[in-house]
């Protein structure tokens, strides 16, 4: 099937293809897993992160030097990261060595071996990680918020798991978790080449189809239930006072997800005249820096705003937060500023798809849970089909102040 100069194809195993024809001489490609942190047992917190660091410590025919000179030895680079929901191995390489590259991610994904004595020196590398990542309070509040929306559901627990989790995964673990979760139907070979598609499908035949996972995951997945407000306060020893406030939010492919894409674009987006970087930082000097997120999953999402300022100033910034969010829902954008914001976002979504490594992400994502991949002009027409209406409607469902999770880091 082809739509614009972006293809699909599915193998006979259910491994589905994307692929998006290019003119450069870099190809990138690699394998998205429809496995994550959301898919773990609590007694493994970690697991899925745990298994994208330790495939690269050897397969079945090479060891982790051979794995890292395979790539680099031809200029390659070769890169891997968990979500709570997919574990993304991918490769950026000169094309003439695409066949190569594939057939090493697939022995990887594949033909893991766990050797024992480097993956216990990886897992004083993950511990490091978590060490530093609780040493920086501005990414571990994002933990903390997914475990207050979420509490009770597998959402909840963090990517990088516990020491005391990880201690105790063992290698039957470890296979158990990868026969449980990684499945051919809910694998993903992404590709962005010169090459044709008919090319890309014979490399792909060649070293994708020898697969030892079963076609269909052993167990379903559980959609979480609704959000309603909580306030938590954590006591950190930070100077700042760190705060998050959000919900739950549309699904990935919702039909309104485009529409609040921009209202989180205009709310607090990436641009320095968002509205609460002008209320809280341009007009008040209250914070360094102040954003906005939405994070769409296969069957739920969720919103967030984050910032940090001096204790002082705690109850003042947020006011002026939920100000914002009441402006949000209590007025109707102007024709005028509806087209400013659609100018904004198409034209970041245009810078952003300069970005072969984030288009191929997206790409491979959309694939994974939706089917397909719509290029940017297609969005460009959705985009524009939004109406103030829409937004003041949407604005309402999702920031609603009965559904405002809050997290304060004290």
Known sequence: MKKENIEYYRLSNGIKIVHRRTQSPVSWLGLMVNAGTRDEDKRVSGMAHYIEHTVFKGTESRTAKQIINRIEDIGGEINAYTTKEETTFY????????????????????????????????LGVIMDEIESYEDSPSELIYDDFEALVFGG????????????????????????????????????????????????????????????????????????????????????????????????????????????????????????????NMALREQRGLVYTIESTYT????????????????????????????????????????????????????????????????????????LHTGAAPDWKEMFSQIESLTPEILLDTAQEVFDSKNICTLRYI
Request: glycine residues 4%.
């Open 91 to 122: 490769a950026a390489a000169p094309t003439r060595y695409y066949g190569r590259t594939t057939e090493l991610i697939a022995d990887m994904v594949f033909r893991p071996s766990f050797p024992k004595k480097e993956t216990d020196m990886e």
């Open 153 to 276: 559901h597998p959402l909840e627990m963090p990517i990088l798991g516990t020491k005391k989790t990880l201690r105790h995964i063992s290698r039957e673990d470890t296979l158990r978790f990868m026969q449980e979760n990684y499945y051919t139907e809910g694998m993903v070979f992404f590709s962005m080449s010169s090459l044709p598609m008919s090319k890309v499908v014979a490399i792909a035949e060649q070293y994708l189809t020898d697969s030892r996972y079963n076609r269909m995951r052993a167990h379903e997945r559980r959609a979480p239930e609704m959000t309603h407000a909580e306030d938590a306060y954590y006591h950190r020893h930070t100077h700042q006072t760190h705060v998050m406030l959000g919900g739950k939010a549309y699904r990935l492919g919702h039909e309104r997800q485009l529409a609040l894409y921009m209202l989180n674009n205009i709310l607090g987006g990436g641009s320095m005249n968002s509205r609460l």
């Open 296 to 367: 769409p999953l296969s069957d739920t999402g969720y919103w967030c705003i984050y910032y940090a300022c001096e204790p002082q100033n705690a109850e003042q910034c947020e006011q002026l937060v939920r100000d914002e969010l009441k402006r949000m829902t209590d007025t109707r954008l102007s024709q005028y500023a509806l087209q400013k914001a659609l100018r904004q976002l198409k034209g970041q979504l245009t810078i952003s798809s300069e970005n072969q490594e984030n288009y191929a992400l997206r790409m491979a994502k959309l694939m």
